[in-house]
């Protein structure tokens, strides 16, 4: 595709849609060149490595190109839309067959227009600094047949003589093909890529190596002559490789570093929940909870919140450039969500100064956000301590991993009618086993302990929350 360099064309840039985050895949486009847009309208739909977003486009104009089709990871700061603001009649979209003869460098006018600001978060000019990169930007074009001949050294660049080849671009095609031609020893400067945009997917590499398979054939060598190196082979039709990518290939990475850098503690206690249950029943018929979620995860919060007030110690952080444990006088309170699009982390902001009904309607707004694949980057910012409910698989109980940069987070594990003594008698009560995970560096024994006894009293006797909150 063509990069504009018209006076009256503004290139609207990937924003950091998140803090300090790189790049974000295009979900889906809205608009389409020659399509009339309004300051504000939004365009396109991308995912980064921690929510789906939509952007709106900051300009009144016609569009006159899409740089990038769906599907395309782009780095922030890179043009993913070009906008035609001159007031004149649609553009046509341009021609598929031009090419570029040479690179052409990426120009923004001037008092091009203020940055896009997302709903959530506001513009950080700081946090929008590129990757960098092994070889100079290029703008690819969709005629790939002209763009390769380039970066096999067959068109203009090669002329330019060896200065010009030890600049040559690195070949487009992803960490997973890259990965693959290695160990197929194949160059991919050498391959003729068939995907959008010039780039090289999985079956060129593989057609690359299809001459050398035949050779021992054609060459007619002894019997005994060596075997040629073993081809990795992949059982196409019984194996589905996915990418890593963005919510997922983010909660990974956290949690190897949260794993790997904070020394975890879990604790458990296995406690009758009967009364809390009954609770429960009681507010859902109450008149000041009625239209908002009320359950069980509703009291074991507001359980953990009061813990935190009594033991306000464990609600820190670690600081590590500084060598210093932060204490938060704050609760943002995240709650895991099993989404599509895989596990995020939203928190309820200052949870500790909220009512009970005004934390069910914050939970509620959470929990339908999440699925929806709305939640925001800023949602999921500033955690201080989290509830992960896996008893909602009917999991008994686990060993939490820490949200990354938290003290402590409460697992909770399927409630169930079981045999348990009471007032000497052996009868079927409700009962659950609450996990609580603590960085040991700031959170001693005594302090997780405490926690974790506190949320279970107020659990098999609600009447605490009187009392202690």
Same mark, same amino acid.
């Given at each position: 595709? +063509?990069?504009? +360099?018209?006076?009256?064309?503004?290139?609207?840039?990937?924003?950091?849609?998140?803090?300090?985050?790189?790049?974000? &895949? #295009?979900?889906?486009?809205?608009?389409?060149?020659?399509?009339?847009?309004?300051?504000?309208?939004?365009?396109? &739909?991308?995912?980064?490595?921690?929510?789906?977003?939509?952007?709106? #486009?900051?300009?009144?104009?016609?569009?006159?190109?899409?740089?990038?089709?769906?599907?395309?990871?782009?780095?922030? *700061?890179?043009?993913? #839309?070009?906008?035609?603001?001159?007031?004149?009649?649609?553009?046509?979209?341009?021609?598929?067959?031009?090419?570029? %003869?040479?690179?052409?460098? &990426? !120009?923004?006018?001037?008092?091009? *227009?203020?940055?896009?600001?997302?709903?959530?978060?506001?513009? @950080? @000019?700081?946090?929008? $600094?590129?990757?960098?990169?092994?070889?100079?930007?290029?703008? /690819?074009?969709?005629?790939?047949?002209?763009?390769?001949?380039?970066?096999?050294? =067959?068109?203009?660049?090669?002329? @330019?003589?060896?200065?010009?080849?030890?600049?040559?671009?690195?070949?487009?095609?992803?960490?997973?093909?890259?990965?693959? %031609?290695?160990?197929?020893?194949?160059?991919?400067?050498?391959?003729?890529?068939?995907?959008?945009?010039?780039?090289?997917?999985?079956?060129?590499?593989?057609?690359?190596?299809?001459?050398? %398979?035949?050779?021992?054939? @054609?060459?007619?060598?002894?019997?005994?002559?060596?075997?040629?190196?073993?081809?990795?082979?992949?059982?196409?039709?019984?194996?589905?490789?996915?990418?890593?990518?963005?919510?997922?290939?983010?909660?990974?990475?956290?949690?190897?570093?949260?794993?790997?850098?904070?020394? =975890?503690?879990?604790?458990?206690?296995?406690?009758?929940?009967?009364?809390?249950?009954?609770?429960?029943? &009681?507010?859902?018929?109450?008149?000041?909870?009625?239209?908002?979620?009320?359950?069980?995860?509703?009291?074991?919060?507001?359980?953990?919140?009061?813990?935190?007030?009594?033991?306000?110690?464990?609600?820190?952080?670690?600081?590590?450039?500084?060598?210093?444990?932060?204490? !938060?006088?704050?609760?943002?309170?995240?709650?895991?969500?099993?989404?599509?699009?895989?596990? /995020?982390?939203?928190? /309820? !902001?200052?949870?500790?100064?909220?009512?009970?009904?005004?934390?069910?309607?914050?939970?509620?707004?959470?929990?339908?956000?999440?699925?929806?694949? !709305?939640?925001?980057?800023?949602?999921?910012?500033?955690?201080?301590?989290?509830?992960?409910?896996?008893?909602?698989?009917?999991?008994?109980?686990?060993?939490? /991993?820490?949200?990354?940069?938290?003290?402590?987070?409460?697992?909770?594990?399927?409630? $169930?009618?079981?045999?348990?003594?009471?007032?000497?008698?052996?009868?079927?009560?409700?009962?659950?086993?609450?996990?609580?995970?603590?960085?040991?560096?700031?959170?001693?024994?005594?302090?997780?302990?405490?926690?974790?006894?506190?949320? %279970?009293?107020?659990?098999?006797?609600? $009447?605490?929350? #009187?009392?202690?909150?």
């Amino acid at each position: 595709m +063509t990069t504009m +360099t018209e006076a009256s064309v503004r290139e609207f840039k990937m924003p950091d849609v998140g803090e300090g985050l790189t790049e974000a &895949e #295009i979900l889906k486009w809205y608009v389409q060149p020659g399509d009339q847009v309004t300051d504000g309208q939004v365009v396109c &739909e991308v995912e980064t490595a921690k929510a789906a977003v939509e952007l709106p #486009i900051p300009y009144d104009g016609v569009v006159r190109d899409l740089h990038f089709p769906e599907g395309t990871t782009v780095d922030v *700061g890179t043009p993913i #839309i070009a906008v035609d603001v001159s007031g004149g009649a649609a553009a046509p979209a341009p021609a598929q067959t031009a090419a570029p %003869a040479a690179p052409v460098e &990426e !120009k923004k006018p001037e008092g091009s *227009g203020r940055q896009p600001v997302l709903v959530g978060y506001g513009v @950080a @000019a700081s946090s929008t $600094k590129r990757r960098p990169r092994k070889g100079p930007e290029v703008v /690819i074009s969709e005629a790939s047949t002209a763009v390769q001949k380039e970066l096999n050294g =067959h068109g203009p660049v090669a002329a @330019a003589g060896a200065a010009a080849t030890a600049e040559k671009p690195r070949p487009l095609a992803k960490p997973p093909v890259r990965k693959l %031609a290695k160990d197929l020893g194949v160059d991919l400067a050498t391959v003729v890529p068939s995907g959008p945009d010039g780039i090289i997917t999985r079956e060129d590499v593989h057609a690359a190596v299809a001459p050398p %398979a035949a050779a021992p054939a @054609a060459a007619a060598a002894p019997a005994v002559s060596a075997p040629a190196a073993p081809v990795p082979a992949y059982e196409t039709a019984r194996e589905t490789r996915v990418p890593v990518k963005g919510v997922r290939k983010a909660t990974a990475a956290a949690m190897v570093g949260s794993a790997f850098t904070a020394p =975890h503690v879990t604790e458990f206690v296995t406690i009758d929940v009967t009364r809390t249950m009954k609770l429960v029943e &009681e507010l859902k018929q109450d008149n000041d909870l009625q239209g908002l979620r009320v359950n069980p995860l509703l009291l074991i919060a507001k359980a953990l919140l009061v813990a935190i007030k009594r033991n306000p110690e464990i609600n820190a952080s670690w600081d590590e450039a500084n060598q210093e444990i932060v204490l !938060k006088h704050y609760v943002n309170l995240g709650i895991a969500a099993a989404t599509p699009r895989g596990l /995020i982390v939203p928190n /309820i !902001k200052d949870a500790h100064d909220k009512t009970l009904p005004q934390l069910a309607e914050a939970l509620g707004e959470l929990v339908s956000t999440a699925r929806e694949g !709305k939640t925001s980057p800023a949602a999921m910012q500033g955690g201080t301590v989290t509830i992960t409910n896996v008893g909602v698989f009917g999991v008994d109980t686990g060993t939490p /991993i820490l949200n990354p940069g938290e003290s402590a987070i409460l697992a909770i594990g399927a409630i $169930k009618l079981q045999p348990w003594v009471h007032k000497g008698k052996v009868k079927p009560r409700q009962v659950t086993t609450l996990a609580l995970s603590f960085d040991h560096r700031l959170v001693d024994g005594e302090l997780g302990s405490k926690v974790l006894a506190d949320v %279970a009293a107020i659990l098999e006797q609600p $009447k605490k929350l #009187i009392t202690w909150a």
